[in-house]
């Protein structure tokens, strides 16, 4: 008989459930949901006195994000396991659910919502997990747990019941599940301090019971104390965006704010666990990734102004922030993660996918255009990348990928765009030069090209240091060009301009 099993759990559903969001408010309440729910059941298994893999206790104490995914070793019954876990992370999951479900009744009173509400928190959450017995090395048995673990999520246990009803109305944030059938007019006159300022439910608003948890989160103590009080001050779009409302001078035009969204994530990481030779290596890279994520993220994300940090959980990070200081600040964590895991001789590399987009629009469309970015820079630029998306109202895209070591003179640019020392046509004038000076045996004229534009873009009075550092760019901007093309490189050109004016052209 087998001594140990090797446990991996993962809840979900994650992507839909943190996507479904108007607000950055709703990003943030649906990430720390998810990472509260985790927790239960990483908490149910460090208390059984269960070996901790990931993620393991900081300081005695269980973190404070927890990711959607933990592990652990157990000689226990296997269904015993899995029964005390799952139970906890229901129980959790119910706690909140049933605590927001009060609430809502001493404001607006019984009804057939209470119906609708139980059967839609009852039949959302999901509880995958395997057991994998401990035999052989450490990293091969991880490795066939995620495999299995893989292979679990693909099926399902049972179909989840439908709550529609002929005429109900659907969900007004997620737009697929059913909205609960109560007096909204009646609840926003409950919750609302102020009638005018509908914080929480907007007058045209009705919505489903998972989306209704998020919005009441802050307004109901005991889930509230649970998600931490940032979950109160937690900056809007506009705000993070740099956007007042104001409108420019003598033109009365709406100025147009943009924010990025910035989805980082560890490369090669199930290889590196796979080679792992013990649950005791396993808990030292465990060790370094808490610390990365509630330690070392935090404070970089506070460097930057407007900055918010929605998610971090071991290698995996979700921040937003103004375009200005996006890809600095992507370039930090990057650096950081490489950084800290050098420390314990396991130097890896992080890829990042940045999304800039309108502040008002779906996060849901922002949030895949940032997974999308993230996925395309690990596939195209063999990782240790990072893919910017830059979105406008008109739904015209611009991408543009490099690896990391190539993008030095792209930050340095943003710097001399902000400053008005270079024109932002410079990288349309690239593009168009694209045209005819591709091709080989061209080299010498696309750099003697480049030359030109540069020197052509260079602002009128710019100081002659600044003027002789844009001609110094002429070398790292060639090489940019002739690594990718000459037309990825003119993308980055416009890119750097749209970052360093937040959106403006």
């Not at 990003?27 to 990483?42: D, E, H, P, Q, T």
Request: charged share 25%; hydrophobic share 45%; with cysteine.
């Amino acid at each position: 008989m087998t001594d140990q099993y090797l446990f991996l759990f993962q809840i979900g559903p994650v992507q839909s459930f943190i996507a479904a969001a108007r607000k950055t408010q709703d990003l943030y309440v649906g990430s720390r949901l998810l990472s509260v729910i985790a927790g239960a059941g990483a908490e149910a298994a460090h208390q059984a006195h269960w070996n901790m893999l990931f993620p393991v206790t900081m300081k005695g104490a269980a973190p404070q994000t927890t990711p959607h995914r933990f592990a652990f070793l157990s000689g226990d019954d296997p269904a015993a396991v899995a029964e005390h876990v799952a139970e906890a992370l229901q129980a959790r999951w119910m706690e909140i659910a049933n605590a927001v479900s009060d609430y809502v009744f001493r404001a607006v009173g019984g009804g057939d919502w209470v119906d609708v509400f139980q059967r839609q928190v009852n039949n959302w959450l999901e509880v995958h997990w395997v057991a994998v017995p401990y035999t052989g090395g450490h990293g091969e048995v991880f490795a066939a747990a995620g495999r299995a673990l893989a292979m679990r999520r693909l099926s399902r246990t049972f179909a989840q019941p439908s709550d529609d009803a002929p005429g109900a109305k659907k969900c007004t944030l997620t737009g697929a599940g059913r909205a609960l059938p109560l007096n909204w007019d009646a609840l926003r006159r409950a919750i609302h301090d102020d009638p005018a300022d509908p914080k929480f439910i907007r007058a045209n608003e009705e919505l489903s019971a998972l989306a209704l948890i998020k919005r009441l989160a802050q307004k109901v103590p005991s889930v509230s104390a649970r998600l931490g009080d940032k979950v109160e001050r937690f900056p809007d779009a506009d705000y993070i965006a740099g956007g007042d409302g104001a409108r420019e001078a003598g033109r009365g035009k709406e100025l147009t704010s943009y924010l990025a969204i910035l989805h980082m994530d560890g490369d090669k990481m199930g290889k590196h666990l796979a080679g792992l030779q013990s649950a005791k290596a396993h808990q030292a890279f465990s060790s370094m990734l808490s610390r990365f994520a509630e330690v070392t993220v935090p404070k970089l994300v506070e460097k930057y102004p407007r900055a918010a940090l929605v998610y971090a959980g071991g290698d995996d990070v979700l921040a937003l922030a103004p375009l200005q200081t996006a890809l600095n600040l992507a370039d930090d964590i990057r650096k950081a993660f490489k950084a800290e895991s050098e420390e314990i001789g396991e130097p890896l590399t992080m890829s990042a996918g940045i999304a800039a987009a309108p502040s008002n629009l779906p996060f849901d469309a922002v949030l895949q255009d940032a997974r999308l970015a993230e996925k395309t820079a690990k596939k195209k630029y063999d990782r240790d990348a990072v893919v910017i998306r830059e979105s406008h109202r008109s739904g015209q895209i611009r991408e543009a990928g490099a690896r990391w070591d190539h993008l030095d003179p792209i930050i340095h640019l943003q710097v001399l765009f902000a400053e008005d020392a270079l024109s932002g046509k410079l990288g349309y004038d690239l593009l168009t030069e694209a045209r005819w000076l591709a091709g080989d045996g061209l080299e010498d004229a696309r750099k003697a090209e480049l030359g030109r534009l540069l020197k052509r873009r260079t602002g009128d009075g710019v100081h002659e240091a600044v003027r002789r550092d844009i001609e110094n760019l002429q070398g790292p901007l060639t090489e940019l060009g002739e690594k990718h093309s000459w037309e990825a490189m003119a993308n980055w050109v416009i890119v750097a301009h749209f970052l360093a004016k937040g959106g403006a052209r």
